[in-house]
């Protein structure tokens, strides 16, 4: 399967439903990721109707990019609201299992940045929550669900590209920018730790390339290697997976970006099958161009081709007609608690490389 041939073949989505359809309310701003959340949302035909967050500043500048959403006194009248069918949070990660239970309890579906929760306790409240209420639980996994690339390569094994799966390679760097960090991201209970933080995308990006319900992880490790002014940052995480079907992972996440990198992160998936690989330079391709590239050989040859602009984001459309529909096509409840079990797994499992 030549993969230019296929996207060729597909167009970015269009909105899903008429304006007015689907109202939200952006609550918890404390991480950046509201607002590609909230933005993925909108392009998929959403409005965002009221926002809420105890510090007035970053509720003005989020004012700034979605002027539709009225300011809520608190995140109660928000939830009281009508109108409000989806709640989206990047409120600081230890704080989410909290805002989903009221947002649930209140009768709305909720949409939530990784990590999602910091315990395997929250994750038990939220399990059952999500059971007794009957609305969904999103997370927003953007390694995967915000790159054309990601989805090229969800394509490209639907459609028997790479055959069957066997390995999984993840390279999850990102940059630190320490100085505008705030407070919280330096306290491993607010945080969660690496493989909990940004681990997770690895490992919901494993299980849905490889077609796993299940994994077991083979080992896990965590480093705090060069920020020992931030004793309970860690810097570097790696763990090994193995999936119920028999596939394998392996992923690296770190803060070391370097400075002269043009974007946040060298994000890397190399896919193995038994008839062929492909490799993902999600966010540039070095000493080149950014852009979201796919690299595939199969038996036919090889080809290297860009997904930007080619597939977009469905998975934004989809769960607004998950929510209106009560339907289930974007992401599976089943799949959303596995990836998190494994990620908070491989967080309480991990052996520390350094400081010993």
């Known amino acids: 399967m030549h993969g230019q041939e296929l996207l060729d073949g597909t167009n970015p989505p269009k909105p899903v439903c008429k304006p007015g359809d689907f109202r939200v309310a952006a609550v918890g701003l404390d991480h950046n990721h509201i607002y590609g959340m909230c933005q993925g949302l909108v392009e998929a035909g959403a409005s ?9 500043d970053k509720v003005a500048a989020f004012r700034q990019k979605f002027p539709s959403a009225k300011v809520a006194k608190s995140l109660s009248q928000a939830l009281e609201s009508p109108e409000v069918q989806l709640v989206a949070c990047a409120s ?20 939530v940045d990784k990590p999602p929760l910091t315990t395997l306790a929250q994750l038990g409240s939220i399990h059952s929550a999500v059971g007794s209420s009957k609305r969904k639980f999103f997370v927003y996994f953007s390694e995967r669900l ?11 094994i639907e459609h028997g590209a790479i055959g069957r799966v066997i390995q999984v390679l993840g390279l999850g760097p990102h940059r630190l920018n320490a100085s505008v960090r705030p407070d919280w991201f330096f306290h491993r209970d ?13 490992i919901e990006q494993f299980l849905y390339f490889a077609r796993c319900q299940d994994a077991r992880i083979l080992n896990a490790a965590v480093a705090n290697y060069h920020h020992p002014e ?5 810097d570097f995480g790696e763990a090994s997976l193995v999936g119920d079907n ?30 062929g690989y492909i490799e993902l330079r999600k966010n540039v391709d070095i000493a080149r161009d950014r852009g979201s590239h796919v690299y595939l050989v199969n038996a036919e040859g090889e080809f290297h081709f860009s997904a930007a602009d080619k597939i977009g984001f469905p998975f934004f459309g989809q769960l607004i007609r998950d929510c209106l529909d009560r339907s289930d096509s974007a992401m599976t409840q089943e799949h959303i608690f596995k990836s998190t079990e494994l990620s908070l797994k491989a967080q309480a499992q991990a052996i520390r ?3 010993r």
């Open 48 to 56: 965002v109707e009221m926002v809420f967050d105890p510090d007035p």
């Open 92 to 111: 600081v990660p230890s704080d989410r299992a909290q805002v989903a239970a009221q947002v649930l309890s209140a009768g709305k579906d909720f949409f």
């Open 146 to 156: 915000h790159s054309e690339s990601a989805g090229a390569a969800g394509l490209l």
């Open 190 to 202: 607010r945080y969660g730790g690496i493989l909990c933080d940004i681990g997770s995308h690895q």
């Open 230 to 234: 931030t004793p309970e940052l860690e």
């Open 246 to 275: 028999g596939s394998s992972n392996y992923f690296r996440v770190d803060w070391f970006t370097p400075d002269g990198l043009s974007t946040w992160g060298d994000s890397r998936t190399i896919i193995l099958g038994t008839d």
């Open 353 to 355: 490389l350094w400081p």
